[in-house]
């Protein structure tokens, strides 16, 4: 009976030190699936993450090299319109000047067939020829100063064009810049409303002002025509009074003395015509040379506008970068916190199972202690009375 026990009790340790020993080999490869299974997902999320930062530089870079060759080839095409506009301008201007040089030979011509008919004549006709030719030298300066207005309105066209390109130009660039830095934009919106709003009012009072100057100068032109035209018929009513006092009185000292007056008077009006000519030349040179004046101060106006959108770019760029580093930086700090606060859960959890496990493990030690403990006193307590009895039979038999 007590090798039964024995062995019952043998058989049974042996049987619970073998569940123990497959219960810890089960719980460590549980252990080590959790963790190659978390180390698994850390990886897979890491991948990810990577893959996903890798595609988002990947379109940051697209994005950035097509801007690039956009603006390279806004560029080109800028500059190519920009050739093109001066070589139609100037073609156009050569075409104007061609045929006003060829209106002019030929108007020449017929002054020089004129005046070698005008030679052949009498001396007394020597006024009418000189009207003749002041007519054609008013009609080429005419001609000539209306080529020049047409060149001016050409020119002022093309400038229109030019400060319009400009400012979409710079419309542009600050819309990059804008798209850039959201914030900055929105407060400067305002004041950019206010600065267009000024402009236009500015570009209207200028239109205004040229074409008030255009009509000025329309109605000097006018006026210059017309007491031309009123001189000359004064000259001409003189000329046909002393054409019919020459043939009155028919004498040549006369028509002498008139002839020598008519010279000295030539004389007089060629040498006021020669100095109107050189004001006039010294005032258009004058021009020409305040407007290379403006032009260059309007170049160097646009290079230091466009140089410091360029330093405002580079610096808003900077500003950008360090911020998006700092980003970065802030989001793997908070990511790896995350992570830490993650893992410390996990363990924390695996601790309290753990401590829950071996609590469990030690009270189901103790109490099987226990248990053994009650089976041996009461397999004694049963043992005793049964020897008591069986040694009192023996006795009784004897």
């Known amino acids: ?41 850390a990886t ?18 697209t994005w950035y090299r097509s801007l690039l060759a956009t603006r390279k080839t806004r560029e080109e095409y800028l500059r190519q319109k920009e050739a093109v506009i001066i070589l139609q301008t100037w073609y156009r201007s050569l075409i104007v000047t061609r045929t006003t040089r060829v209106e002019y030979l030929r108007q020449k011509e017929a002054a020089r067939v004129v005046q070698t008919w005008y030679r052949s004549l009498i001396a007394t006709r020597k006024t009418r020829d000189e009207y003749l030719r002041q007519k054609e030298a008013a009609r080429a300066v005419q001609t000539w100063y209306r080529s020049l207005i047409a060149t001016r309105k050409t020119r002022e066209e093309y400038l229109g064009q030019k400060e319009a390109v400009m400012i979409l130009q710079t419309w542009y660039r600050s819309l990059i810049v804008t798209r850039t830095i959201r914030v900055e934009y929105l407060r400067q919106k305002e004041a950019a409303r206010t600065v267009q709003r000024w402009y236009r009012s500015l570009i209207a009072t200028r239109k205004t002002r040229e074409e008030y100057l255009r009509q000025k100068e329309a109605a000097r032109v006018v006026q ?30 006369r028509s002498l003395v008139a002839t020598r007056k008519t010279r000295e008077k030539y004389l007089g009006q060629k040498g006021a015509v020669i100095m109107l000519q050189t004001w006039y030349r010294s005032l258009i040179s004058a021009r020409r040379t305040r407007e290379d004046c403006w032009r ?51 363990y924390r959890k695996l601790l309290r199972t753990a401590v829950a496990v071996q609590r469990k493990y030690r009270s189901l030690v103790v109490m099987r202690g226990a248990r053994r403990e009650y089976l041996s006193q009461r397999g004694a307590v ?17």
């Open 1 to 41: 009976m007590a090798a039964e026990r024995l062995q019952r009790w043998f058989r049974g340790l042996r049987d619970r030190r073998e569940e123990e020993l497959c219960f810890l080999t089960k719980r460590r490869a549980v252990v080590t699936i959790q963790t190659w299974y978390r180390s698994l997902v």
């Open 224 to 253: 210059t025509w017309y007491r031309s035209l009123i001189a000359t018929r004064k000259t001409r009513e003189e000329y046909l009074s002393q054409k019919e006092a020459a043939r009155t009185i028919q004498t040549w000292y």
């Open 296 to 346: 260059q101060k309007r170049a160097a106006v646009t290079v230091q506008t466009w140089y410091r959108s360029v330093l405002a770019m580079r610096k808003a760029r900077d500003n950008l970068v360090r911020m998006k580093l700092s980003a970065v930086t802030i989001q793997t700090w908070y990511r790896g916190v995350l992570a830490m606060r993650s893992t410390r859960e996990d």
């Open 44 to 61: 897979r999320k890491t991948r990810e993450e990577y893959l996903r930062q890798k595609e988002a530089a990947r379109a940051v870079q």
């Open 382 to 398: 049963i043992t005793i009375p049964e020897v008591v009895l069986l040694c009192a039979h023996r006795e009784e038999g004897s």
